[in-house]
């Protein structure tokens, strides 16, 4: 082979090669696909959360631990809307009713941002927790642990 014909080769060999990592590259991520699918948002009058999608979407980390918060160190467990609906600041109980498919909503996206809440160590659409017979000691530690700054 000459040696132009040489490095046509391996220029061509090259670009064959690399032809799947660059299409890997450009083709965008499958669509986050929510589901809304629960009883609870079945029954709404209207589609809406809490509060505007806009601000559930950029805001809901700082608003859940403002909840815990408040509810764990002052025991003030009522949130007021903009809209002037009032509910009660529960992960479990407020969230989660509506919610009620975490696996497909919260995770879904999460996994698809690559965060991993550790909330559901805990908390879950069942409040299973709560008849837990170690309740009463979950819940010291867990006072403890907020009021000591380390959650
Ligand atoms: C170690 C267990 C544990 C973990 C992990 C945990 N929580 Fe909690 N959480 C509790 C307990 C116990 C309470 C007190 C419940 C009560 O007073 O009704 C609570 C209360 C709350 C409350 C107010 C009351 C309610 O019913 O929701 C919010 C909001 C909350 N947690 C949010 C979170 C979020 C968000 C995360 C993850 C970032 C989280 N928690 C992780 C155990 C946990
Ligand atoms: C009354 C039922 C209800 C409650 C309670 C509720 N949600 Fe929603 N949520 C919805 C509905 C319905 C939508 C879809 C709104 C729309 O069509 O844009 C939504 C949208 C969202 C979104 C935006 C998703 C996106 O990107 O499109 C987030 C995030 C969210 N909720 C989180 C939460 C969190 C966290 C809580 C508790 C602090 C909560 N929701 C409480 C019904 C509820
Ligand atoms: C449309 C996408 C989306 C949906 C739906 C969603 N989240 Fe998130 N969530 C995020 C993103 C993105 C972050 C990370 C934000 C950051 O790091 O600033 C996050 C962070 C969080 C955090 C803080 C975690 C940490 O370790 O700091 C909590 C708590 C949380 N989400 C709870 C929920 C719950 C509960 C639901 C369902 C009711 C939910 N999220 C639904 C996108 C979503």
Redesign the pocket.
């Known amino acids: 082979m000459k040696k132009t014909g040489m490095i046509a080769f391996i220029v061509v060999f090259c670009v064959l090669a690399l032809l799947p990592f660059a299409a890997n590259a450009v083709s965008p991520k499958a669509p986050l696909e929510l589901d809304y699918n629960t009883p609870a948002i079945n029954m709404l009058e209207e589609h809406k959360c809490i509060e505007d999608t806009e601000f559930m979407k950029s805001s809901h980390m700082q608003l ?2 403002q ?2 918060n408040d ?2 160190r002052n025991g003030d ?1 009522v949130y007021t809307a903009t809209d002037g609906t009032r509910y ?6 407020t969230c989660l009713a509506c919610h009620s498919n975490p696996e497909d909503f919260c995770d879904r996206c999460h996994t698809y941002e690559g965060v991993e ?3 559901w ?3 879950n659409s069942f409040g299973l ?2 008849e837990d017979a170690n ?1 009463e000691a ?2 010291q ?2 006072v403890s ?1 907020v009021e000591g700054g380390q ?1």
């Open positions: 859940l631990d909840w815990r509810v764990v467990i009660e600041k529960s992960l479990d109980d809440p550790f909330c160590d805990c908390h927790w709560r309740n979950l819940w530690d867990y642990q959650q």
